[in-house]
């Protein structure tokens, strides 16, 4: 282990468990976490032992989507929402099983990557937030994922408002497919795998790429260039910086 490590890795009984491990940044998807998420998922995807994959965390926050702290300045070709459609895309178009073990809040970049795994398990405790355009952001390349998983009206409305929702109304929009009490997400999960890996490994791999492209092409070209231009855009700086600085951004309106 390095001090710069940020992901814990195990393999046990044919399942990778990759355990986000940067509680610090509530598990934020810095440079590091994405290189070693992406890493770890390539290695487990390749290895013929490991039959299904589990995405954790560690701390009370499962992820709070991209470090804002590399995302304030630059270019549009310096953000690194460059590299997440890469991650999100592995996650998707794996063939192998992926579960998300949500114990705590995501947010933005976070709600994306679970929303790419196969299986969601939420505790009822969880909550998640497409907060992007309080930010000055738009959630581009997670839409890619997000919306074939929920339903319409629902995203349409979370997405607008950016406001905080509770399990409950993630697992009626379809983001969360099983909501439990937060002592028995590890059983859950447990639960699913069995479940997963009764499959043949090539039958399931083939019936995820038919589940997969019943779902729509990911333009993820399209959808990163909008994400990083508005990153790196006047109304993303500005809300990078409100966010760090704990305050209101110039464009809400203020009381009479």
């Known amino acids: 282990m390095t001090s710069d490590r940020v992901l814990q890795v195990s393999v046990s009984r044919g399942v990778a468990t990759l355990t986000l491990d940067s509680p610090a940044n509530r598990n934020a998807l810095s440079r590091a976490m994405r290189g070693q998420l992406r890493s770890a998922l390539a290695e487990a995807l390749a290895d013929d032992a490991?039959?299904?994959?589990?995405?954790?965390?560690?701390?009370?926050?499962?992820?709070?989507?991209?470090?804002?702290?590399?995302?304030?300045?630059?270019?549009?070709?310096?953000?690194?929402?460059?590299?997440?459609?890469?991650?999100?895309?592995?996650?998707?178009?794996?063939?192998?099983?992926?579960?998300?073990?949500?114990?705590?809040?995501?947010?933005?970049?976070?709600?994306?990557?679970?929303?790419?795994?196969?299986v969601v398990v939420a505790a009822d405790s969880a909550t998640f937030a497409f907060s992007e355009v309080r930010l000055g952001l738009v959630p581009a390349?997670?839409?890619?994922?997000?919306?074939?998983?929920?339903?319409?009206?629902?995203?349409?409305?979370?997405?607008?408002?950016?406001?905080?929702?509770?399990?409950?109304v993630a697992s009626a929009g379809g983001l969360v497919d099983v909501v439990v009490p937060d002592a028995d997400v590890d059983g859950e999960v447990r639960a699913q795998l069995v479940h997963l890996t009764a499959g043949a490994p090539t039958a399931l791999a083939q019936t995820k790429r038919l589940l997969r492209a019943r779902q729509g092409s990911l333009a993820f070209d399209e959808l990163l260039d909008l994400s990083a231009r508005f990153f790196a855009g006047e109304e993303g700086q500005e809300g990078i910086a409100a966010f760090r600085e704990k305050r209101a951004a110039r464009w809400v309106p203020t009381a009479d």
């Not at 459609?85 to 114990?103: G, I, N, Q, T, Y």
């Not at 890619?144 to 399990?167: E, S």
């Open 141 to 168: 390349v997670i839409s890619a994922v997000v919306l074939p998983r929920m339903v319409p009206h629902v995203a349409h409305r979370l997405m607008l408002t950016g406001q905080v929702f509770d399990a409950t």
């Open 50 to 118: 490991v039959r299904a994959v589990v995405l954790d965390h560690t701390g009370r926050v499962f992820c709070s989507g991209m470090d804002l702290s590399e995302a304030a300045g630059g270019s549009s070709q310096d953000q690194g929402v460059r590299e997440f459609p890469e991650l999100l895309e592995l996650v998707w178009s794996s063939p192998k099983p992926v579960v998300a073990a949500v114990r705590g809040p995501a947010r933005a970049g976070g709600v994306g990557l679970l929303a790419a795994c196969d």
